[in-house]
């Protein structure tokens, strides 16, 4: 029974994607439509949908002390699967494909699509308190994606810059959600009211770019690409049996074990093409395919996985 409910919480998460496939196949919108749409997901829905996960929960010493812990296991579980998948391509990493490969099976969709999965697949009671964790995860991983993540996919420390750490869209916002977080400070009603929508726009519109994709891109190409394989397999399976294993003989409280474990399940973030398209040479464009075909794939593959792995879910 869990198995069935949570594969049709996925589908109807995924659902969102159709949209954008049957405006591009229909030619209503084209490819060269995508990246306007991505800026509107990235400057406006991401910040909104952060600010609003650290409004949903009061802040407790308690809470703040399983943030803090919960940052410690985040980063170490995202430290590990790096080293697990760096360690899985034999260091081989001077092709840019695998480099691509690498941070693909790591860094995932723990904002758009794992909020929403929190708040269908956890009793809500929690749910306020697993969404606050989630901004944690998401700190963490943008933290860890603009350093080892970037120097990983160029072997280039040139490319780690503060500015970029410091002043990115996410790093923005918790300069401003985080103090009010700590000071019991919320935005009056109608503030409120507009930065959780334009939040919980955040999955509609990231689903809808990833059907656009979709349309514009040979299935052949996403299924015949060895190494998004090998990402979705590292994203998908390793890390969130990773998140359960180091949790699951602990005395953690279940929210704890049961957030960091569906983050863990969530698919390859768009980050990782971010990353690829800034940052690689012109000529690596097997490589920017690569982190394409991994988040495409990995966003296919969780609707069978993320079930299947759902009875360790604990809740």
Request: hydrophobic share 55%; with cysteine.
């Amino acid at each position: 029974m869990q198995m069935l409910s949570t594969a049709v919480s996925v589908l109807v998460l995924m659902a969102y994607a159709v949209p954008g496939f049957l405006f591009v196949r229909t030619r209503a919108l084209s490819a060269s439509q995508i990246p306007p749409f991505s800026k509107v997901l990235l400057y406006a829905c991401q910040p909104c949908l952060q600010f609003y996960a650290f409004q949903t929960a009061d802040c407790t010493p308690e809470l703040l002390g399983r943030m803090g812990l919960f940052f410690l296991f985040c980063t170490g579980l995202q430290l590990l699967m790096l080293l697990a998948m760096t360690c899985a391509l034999r260091f081989r990493l001077k092709e840019a494909c695998r480099r691509a490969c690498a941070i693909g099976g790591v860094f995932g969709n723990v904002g758009f699509l794992g909020i929403p999965l929190l708040q269908a697949l956890l009793p809500e009671e929690i749910v306020p308190e697993a969404v606050a964790l989630s901004a944690v995860f998401s700190l963490s991983m943008n933290l860890i994606a603009w350093t080892c993540g970037l120097f990983l996919l160029t072997g280039e420390k040139r490319h780690i810059r503060a500015r970029a750490l410091l002043a990115n869209p996410s790093m923005l916002t918790f300069y401003v959600a985080f103090p009010l977080f700590l000071l019991h400070l919320r935005l009056p009603a109608v503030a409120l009211d507009a930065v959780t929508l334009l939040g919980r726009m955040s999955t509609p519109v990231c689903m809808i770019v990833l059907g656009m994709r979709l349309a514009c891109t040979p299935f052949r190409r996403i299924v015949c690409d060895g190494y998004a394989w090998l990402a979705c397999a590292g994203k998908l399976l390793v890390m969130p049996l990773l998140a359960w294993v180091g949790t699951a003989f602990l005395p953690l409280p279940p929210v704890f074990c049961a957030t960091l474990f569906l983050l863990g399940c969530c698919p390859t973030a768009s980050v990782t093409q971010n990353l690829a398209e800034l940052f690689l040479p012109p000529e690596a464009t097997e490589a920017r395919s690569t982190a394409a075909d991994a988040i495409l794939l990995s966003n296919l593959l969780c609707i069978f996985t993320i079930p299947l792995l759902s009875p360790l879910l604990g809740v």
